[in-house]
């Protein structure tokens, strides 16, 4: 990508930014990975001022953190944080989901349609990866009829990109991508029946089981390196 001369270094360290956040969502960078702010700055055709000034910001939003040996990584999250995450995450989602129930029109309606539709066929096939992201957009289209476009924008650029990685865990665990469809089916009926109140409460039940059953698995996991 070329340089932008002339630009304020805000402006370029919030390229950084987007980038770094766009990986993490796309599953390109995973916990634990590094990030080297030479290769980065070759990357992203700048400096490594504005790559510096943006893993400072991400160090203190809890996305990276310092490691002696292998410089910055992206930070593995606890199983407490986890959880955290996620009760902030069906609050949110709960509140955006309600305000968006009494504006759905006949094509919003459709297009959660089509998407459970294709999210079956993925199952089906074991196209967990693909299930992912057509999950994702089912829940992003219900929630764009809020007519709220900034809280849309902190839940794509905040929460869904520090849980993507879990949430693709979520969806490996035995039974839990079926567990997930079929609460999707049921948050289809009842946005077709205008039922905010049901829709609120499904939505705010997926992400709380998620949360708990993610953290769950890596309490497990820890315990099991330790024997």
């Avoid at 709960?94 to 129930?101: D, S």
């Avoid at 992912?132 to 007519?147: C, D, I, P």
């Avoid at 990685?165 to 009842?190: S, T, V």
Wanted: aromatic content about 6%; overall charge negative.
């Amino acid at each position: 990508m070329a340089s932008f001369p002339g630009q304020r270094t805000t402006t370029l360290r919030e390229l950084v930014l987007s980038r770094i956040q766009s990986d993490l969502a796309r599953g390109y960078l995973r916990p634990g990975d590094p990030l080297d702010q030479v290769d980065l700055a070759r990357r992203l055709g700048v400096s490594r001022t504005p790559v510096r000034e943006a893993l400072v910001l991400l160090e203190a939003y809890g996305v990276v953190e310092a490691d002696v040996r292998r410089g910055t990584v992206i930070r593995a999250l606890s199983p407490d944080e986890v959880e955290d995450d996620w009760l902030v995450l069906a609050t949110l989602e709960r509140l955006v989901a309600g305000l968006a129930v009494p504006r759905l029109t006949p094509e919003v309606l459709a297009r959660m349609k089509g998407l459970l539709v294709q999210a079956e066929a993925l199952l089906e096939s074991g196209r967990t990866e693909e299930l992912h992201e057509v999950n994702r957009e089912f829940h992003r289209t219900l929630y764009m009829a809020s007519g709220r476009p900034r809280l849309i924008h902190f839940l794509e650029t905040n929460l869904w990109t520090h849980t993507r990685h879990y949430n693709r865990l979520f969806i490996d665990l035995p039974g839990a991508a079926q567990w997930r469809m079929q609460i999707h089916r049921q948050i289809l009926e009842a946005c077709e029946a205008g039922d905010a109140a049901r829709v609120e409460e499904l939505v705010y039940q997926d992400d709380l089981e998620t949360g708990r059953r993610v953290a769950e698995y890596l309490r497990q996991r820890e315990s099991a390196a330790q024997e």
